[in-house]
């Protein structure tokens, strides 16, 4: 088999063929050849917008079923996010131009006393390559970095992510602020890291528990198009 695939020429497969090759590539995590792929379906008058969603949005979101699943693991996960990103870096500047549809904005943070940042990372890498704008604040942060990153800009969605049993409940001191300042109610806010729960994330008054990156992409989308429904009833 590994003979054959040397000698797959991107360039002389159909749109089809081309674009299950590429969830193939993301999969694997090849950069090169994403980046090849994109710049063939833009040559042949693809919009950045289909581009970015049949091929790289949905080779992720593949890739994330089968990291829910067991299937594959962080690092080949973060592979494919880095042929994504590659991918991206290409149609980020003509998106902006198109003024294609962006689904919203998020900022994302690891809470204060808390220096994981793989699965947040994942997060990040996913809900991008969904078609958000995503403020990532790094780790360790104090309520004041989440709040002054809401204000900053216009933005739809806070995460915040931890992995310790010790700083989860910092996630409640974040929302119990943002209550306190009215804001509450502007946002969506989803929670996630290994030791939570949905009961958890209830109990702090967040709206939804995320347990991966492919939950998150999807809770988000799903919240997104609730709160413009409600918006414009």
């Excluded at 289909?50 to 089968?66: S, Y």
């Excluded at 902006?96 to 940042?117: F, N, S």
């Excluded at 216009?154 to 310790?164: F, N, R, W, Y």
Aim: glycine fraction near 10%.
């Amino acid at each position: 088999m590994s003979d054959q695939e040397d000698d797959i020429i991107l360039a002389e497969l159909s749109d089809d063929e081309l674009v299950l090759q590429m969830h193939d590539d993301l999969y694997d995590g090849l950069k090169d050849e994403i980046t090849e792929g994109v710049n063939i379906l833009l040559g042949r008058k693809w919009t950045p917008y289909d581009v970015l969603t049949k091929a790289l949005v949905e080779g992720m979101r593949i890739v994330g079923i089968d990291f829910r699943d067991g299937i594959l693991f962080v690092p080949e996960v973060l592979l494919a996010a880095n042929a994504m990103k590659a991918g991206m870096a290409i149609l980020k500047p003509l998106l902006a131009e198109t003024g294609a549809p962006r689904l919203g904005r998020m900022v994302i943070g690891t809470v204060k006393g808390d220096i994981h940042d793989i699965g947040k990372n994942l997060v990040t890498m996913m809900m991008e390559g969904a078609g958000f704008e995503v403020t990532d604040l790094g780790i360790n942060n104090p309520v004041e970095n989440y709040i002054g990153a809401l204000e900053a800009q216009e933005t739809d969605i806070l995460g915040m992510s931890a992995l310790l049993t010790t700083t989860m409940p910092y996630m409640k001191v974040v929302i119990d602020t943002m209550v306190e300042k009215g804001m509450r109610d502007d946002y969506i806010v989803l929670v996630g890291g290994a030791p939570l729960n949905e009961e958890f994330a209830k109990a702090i008054g967040a709206d939804s528990y995320c347990r991966d990156a492919a939950v998150a992409v999807e809770t988000a989308k799903a919240l997104i198009a609730k709160k413009h429904n409600q918006m414009h009833a």
